[in-house]
């Protein structure tokens, strides 16, 4: 059988997840990074990412979330490298939101190891929050945290190890694509590939430039907080957590040693012109909403942050990915526009950029992220 030559643009959380199922699959595949494979400039950085199976964006998920565990497990065994701790996650929100009934719904359907704590005993359990007489709280048994830079790390160095090639700090320039096969520029020439993945993240619309309707960029923020009792906060004690109703927010214990990392919703994130000069400076305003996050649900934590850093995302606008074929030819294959949800999903992801650079087609890819959904 004829294997294909394939390129991966992009060696971040997806593209370098990619390179590894491509090698996996015995092909011959050629990643490009325009940084270097864990770097923090882009969607991946700031050391954590949830990870959660009764899934507040849509229930439909809840295979494609376990496909994706599976695949960490199998790049934390490959790797030696712990990457995916599972130590449950709090979902919290009122309950008639929407929000929560997908959370409800993903358990009902596809039977989420998870349990309702009425809030007496949430109370009781976890003193660390302050919890609102209408609370809804769902302990999701399925999630917990990864570990982004270092799974990127592993990914690509396990991708290498199966003979994939990494060319680092290679900015792809331009992609010919032509009936027999696909040309990828960079600034020290160009190579000819049978199939290109597109995972360029934040920059997918500057490589395939009929993305740019679809895929905004914004630039989420994380803030980490220190506590006046630090033991409180350690992953055993205080498990990552959602709360949709009234704030949008969520939360990660504090790891190595540092404080817990909150985020905010998504419609804080202010909008980016231009990713290749992404403003990582945070003003004061934005520090205050996080400030007012800790100071109204987290008594125990100092109200100052520590640290503030600021990433980048690519949006849709219907919140869910563009994974499967670019364009016409059937030589391009992208996936982008995560939409502030795609680090847990990105093994699963890779795999199936890999199917189809190999198969033309996967068997684990849903409709809801269909690029065809698109005009164009
Ligand atoms: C602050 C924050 C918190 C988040 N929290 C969560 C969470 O808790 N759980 C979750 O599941 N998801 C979360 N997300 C979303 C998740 O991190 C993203 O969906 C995911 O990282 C996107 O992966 P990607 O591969 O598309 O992009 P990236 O990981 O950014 O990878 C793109 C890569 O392409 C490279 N590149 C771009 N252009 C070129 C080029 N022309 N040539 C060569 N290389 C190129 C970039 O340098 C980069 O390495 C969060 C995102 C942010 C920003």
Redesign the pocket.
Known sequence: MIRPRVAV???????SMALWRLAARGVEAVG????S?G?D??????E????RTAYLEDPGYVPLLRRARELWQRLEAESGASLLRLTGMLMIGSAGSDDMANVFSSVERYGVDAETVPLHEARARWPQHAFREDDVIVLDREAGY?R?ELS?LHAATRARERGAIVHRY????ALDVRDDGVRVRTGSGSERFDHAVV??????A??LAGLAPYVSVRR???AWFPARTPELFAPERFPPFIRSTPTDC?G?PALDGSGVKL?LSEKDNRPVDDPDSLDRHVPIDEVDAFRKVAADYFPDLFADPIRVSA????YTPDGH?LVGPAEGSGRVTV??G?????????PALGDIAADYAVDGTSAHTLDLLDPGRYPG
């Open positions: 643009i992009g060696l971040g959380s997806v593209g490009y990074e325009r940084f494979p770097h400039r882009s969607a991946h950085g700031g954590s990412r949830l990870f990864l982004p990127v290679t900015t792809v320039t995972t360029a993240g934040p920059w997918a500057k490589v989420p923020v994380s969520y990660v985020g990433y980048m995302e690519g990915g996936v982008a995560l939409s502030g949800h795609g680090f847990k999903l990105a």
